[in-house]
């Protein structure tokens, strides 16, 4: 029972226990946790309800006709949990199965709450779904418009979907808000073209994506857009613009023209899920874009056969085999050479790191060359917010040292992944899907912890790689071996010995 007090009053005298004395007003009254019936303490409401003796109040039934001879119809609309203020009805959405038949509703309430109900079978709601199909909304027009091959439009809530079909668009959305989903949803959408309108925030984005997951499995086509103007697709629509001017969000070239910026944000968010996972490539369109824009190996003018990285760069060694040396001069000259540039220093501590920088440039530190301290507790998503900060017109680097380590301090690792392989293959393809949607605007220079083979744990990532480095200790501590394991465009084998100097943290060639 959730008695009644100021914060929410009677629902059917409007009275609590707080109201002046003497007036007739005040109820002790309470409302039943399912909302189906509210006990009243006021008599001159009762009617023809007798008093229950041990509650001390008169019983109204808030759904059809009340013994007390009104019918309360929507003052339930009024009942919200304890401590919340007292809202009103502001919206009902009817929820029904492939023939029309009526399936639950979806209550929307003022100030902004929602709830669900079903019908009890004799007049009346239960506030729940328990047992009920879902589906999702507006499903008859949704199977109607896609046997006819008209676009369907997945927004986040029932009032965006009202809005865009006030527009002349079939539209969907699913029950009980963002992140609930289902594959069986998405069945009714096998061969559609599906536009979906992303919400401008956090969980919206998570929405997307996995609406997306979902989606692109059965759907002849899947784009995501967002607002122009506002937060969601009723804001964008009621700022006068029309669903053509939709800002694209993926496939991320669409935005590229508009907002290179934006672009590049979008392709950090949407391919942790959103790519195609087979593409046929047209060698015409594909020699038509622009190369990649390549970064400076950190090896300076010692080597020319290596000149420079691009796209995907992983070096791979054992502990001291001096790939961070490599790492933070390519970072350090890539900066210099015009790149943002993100330096994740998962191992050394910090103090270190930064004397190792300053001996690498002195007091001199490129103001694009940011160096982040990853500790205990990282995750894609805290990462994916820094990142994208970060972001400008000029191309990004970002480098992990070392991706081995990322991943065994990331927060909350499931239990089937104890060593950390499954986050470091997402997390591997996430750095490859980006690139591949920003050709090589983002690029990422990937530091991993080798096998007893010489490979990438995981083993997949050195072959996923544009280019694989392996670098290995000799019998003096200060050489190094550096080979160029796998490459498309450079060819393989030793690329020659370097010696670490630790008074400048450079590589020079033997």
């Known amino acids: ?112 709450d929602f709830r669900q109900r079903r019908s009890d079978g004799r007049g009346g709601w239960l506030w729940n779904v328990e047992g009920v199909e879902l589906v999702p909304y507006r499903l008859p027009e949704v199977i109607t418009a896609v046997g ?64 997306f997951a979902s989606v692109r499995k059965v759907a002849a086509s899947v784009r995501v857009v967002e ?15 029309s669903v053509d001017q939709f800002v694209p969000v993926w496939p991320v070239a669409d935005l590229r023209a508009h907002d290179p910026v934006a672009w590049k944000r979008r392709a950090l968010r949407m391919s942790l899920d959103a790519t195609d996972s087979l593409r046929e490539i047209k060698a015409n369109e594909s020699l038509s874009r622009p190369e990649e824009p390549t970064w400076p190996t950190g090896l300076g003018d010692t080597w020319g056969r290596l000149p420079n990285l691009r796209g995907v760069a992983i070096v791979v060694g054992v502990p001291s085999s001096g790939k961070s040396v490599l790492a933070l001069g390519s970072g350090i ?21 930064v004397k190792r920088v300053r001996a690498r440039c002195g007091e001199h530190v490129p103001v694009t060359f940011h160096l ?26 970002v480098i992990f040292d070392s991706v081995s380590s990322f991943c065994d301090q990331a927060e909350q690792q499931e239990n089937t992944d104890p060593h950390g392989t499954v986050l470091l293959k997402k997390l591997v393809m996430w750095a490859i899907n980006v690139r591949r949607a920003t050709d090589g605007q983002v ?28 670098m290995e200790s000799t019998d003096n501590p200060l050489v190094k071996t550096l080979t160029v394991t796998k490459a498309w465009e450079y060819t393989t084998g030793a690329v020659g010995d370097f010696a670490i100097r630790p008074d400048t943290a450079v590589l020079e060639k033997v």
Not at 10 to 29: F, L, T
Not at 156 to 184: F, H, I, P, Y
């Open 1 to 112: 029972m959730n008695r009644v007090k100021r914060a929410a009053p009677c629902v059917v005298c409007g009275g609590h226990p707080d109201m002046a004395g003497g007036a007739g007003s005040r109820c002790w009254g309470a409302l039943s946790d399912a909302g189906d019936y509210a006990i009243c303490t006021r008599e001159n409401f009762a009617g023809g309800i007798p008093m229950n003796e041990k509650t001390q109040g008169y019983h109204h039934k808030l759904s059809g006709p009340c013994k007390c001879g009104s019918t309360h119809g929507d003052t339930l609309a009024r009942v919200t949990p304890i401590g919340v203020a007292a809202r009103a009805i502001e919206a009902v959405y009817d929820y029904v199965n492939a023939l029309g038949a009526s399936l639950f509703q979806v209550v929307r309430f003022r100030p902004k």
């Open 443 to 470: 690029s990422f220079m990937l530091l991993a912890e080798a096998s007893k083979e010489g490979r990438a744990r995981g083993r997949f990532a050195d072959h996923k790689a544009d280019i694989a480095l392996l």
């Open 333 to 353: 000259d890539a900066a210099r050479a015009g790149w943002d540039v993100v330096y994740l220093s998962c191992e050394m501590a910090e103090m270190p790191f």
């Open 372 to 397: 982040v301290d990853v500790g205990f507790g990282a995750s894609i998503d805290k990462l994916l917010s820094w990142i994208e900060e970060q972001i400008s017109v000029r191309p990004t680097l």
């Open 148 to 211: 006819a091959g008209d676009t369907v439009y997945i927004a986040e809530g029932e009032k965006d979907v009202e809005a865009l079909r006030a527009v002349g668009q079939v539209s969907t959305c699913n029950a009980m808000g963002a992140e609930k989903w289902r594959d069986s949803y998405s069945a009714h959408l096998a061969g559609a073209t599906v536009v979906i309108v992303r919400d401008k925030d956090d969980a919206g984005t998570r929405h997307a994506r996995q609406v």
């Open 227 to 241: 607002a122009r103007s506002g937060k969601d697709a009723a804001d964008h629509l009621a700022a006068g613009h």
